[in-house]
């Protein structure tokens, strides 16, 4: 059983910045990749960003290259996502999740993550 828990969400300014973290317990945390997802009222979850479980290889949904960074530290069995340049659109409830060996499939993909925490809520607004 692995247990996920997210923080730092809020409401922050356009142009503003937020990190979320998302503490693991539970598993080896440093087996396993994690990602981050959103979801909007009304609309689908949607892949934001993933890490291998070196660190070594990140991903990127295309509406957040070059403002978003994921990042982890295994000593501490947390992942974290910095969020530069909010927009309104980036609004939404961030979760973490992880998949660990045996997924396969692309990291982008919410089927493929095992485990999901409870969603922490990022508002973009003036």
């Known amino acids: 059983q692995v247990q996920l828990v997210e923080s730092g969400g809020g409401l922050v300014q356009p142009g503003g910045s937020l990190r979320l973290s998302c503490a693991a317990s539970?598993?080896?945390?440093?087996?396993?990749?994690m990602g981050w997802f959103r979801q909007a009222p009304g609309k689908e979850r949607e892949f934001v960003a993933a890490?291998?479980?070196?660190?070594?290889?990140?991903y990127y949904a295309d509406p957040v290259k070059g403002r978003f960074t994921i990042s982890r530290d295994n000593a501490k069995n947390t992942v974290y996502l910095q969020m530069n340049s909010l927009k309104p659109e980036d609004t939404a409830v961030y979760y973490c999740?992880?998949?660990?060996?045996?997924?396969?499939?692309?990291?982008?993909?919410?089927?493929?993550?095992?485990?999901w925490g409870q969603g922490t809520q990022v508002t973009v607004s003036s």
């Open positions: 999740a992880t998949r660990c060996r045996g997924a396969s499939g692309a990291y982008s993909l919410p089927s493929t993550y095992g485990y």
């Open positions: 539970g598993r080896t945390f440093s087996s396993c990749a």
């Open positions: 890490i291998r479980s070196s660190g070594g290889t990140t």
